[in-house]
């Protein structure tokens, strides 16, 4: 068989096929999952760096490094809190935390870069893709481990029954339980139907012979007492055949 119409090759590459997708699959949701609860560590984080900074401003009226009270920073949706609880959103690149200062018409805003998000990530990606590559290895090896079992099996079973086809008294006795059994155990048991059948009519073949063999024989001399002439040579001849 070539390797296109192998089920050696099908089964394997199918199982295959199968891992990728559900390693895919995992993927993406371990992924999110990941960025997630990064994105909310940062998000916490945020929270910190905007209390400590609303603490020293209020204390020395200084600004730390990565505070600002520019009306105008981080993204628009950001400036819409109200009252003097913070608020934080997250615009793919940077973290951003605002809260309305006590006693003050001003915001103060601090922004965190998304590093730790983009570096979890990464890490996520190098060690999945680590996983993913000995998951397909384990896969690819047991997948052809089964599949050549599975081949072996159907080999023996074809060449036995061609043997069986050549006239010879072999059976395939597969020890399985599966598919693969059964069918052999169908083959099995046509064959030992065919030989019955086939011992069957030999026996009859045998038996009309021997039936036959005495009117025959008698029908022989009976012919060879005609005496010669045209009535009596046909008759001889047609006995003889």
Known sequence: LSVVHSIRWRLALLTMLVTVAALGAS???IEHKVATDARERLRERAFVELESAAVVFEVTRKLREGATLDPTAG???LREG???RPVSLYDGNAMWA???LPREDRRLTVRLAATPIDEQRSSTRAAFGLA???GLAVALVLASIAAVSMSRRLRHASV???SI???ASTRIRDPGRDEIAVL???VDDMADALLERLQAEVAFSADVAHELRTPVTGLVSAAELLGDGLPADPVRSQVAR
Do not use: I, K
């Open 27 to 29: 993927f993406v949701v």
């Open 75 to 77: 993204p628009a949706l």
């Open 82 to 84: 109200t009252g003097t």
């Open 98 to 100: 605002s809260v309305q």
């Open 132 to 134: 993913a590559l000995g």
């Open 160 to 162: 036995t029954a061609r």
């Open 165 to 167: 086809a050549e006239g």
């Open 184 to 186: 052999s155990a169908a």
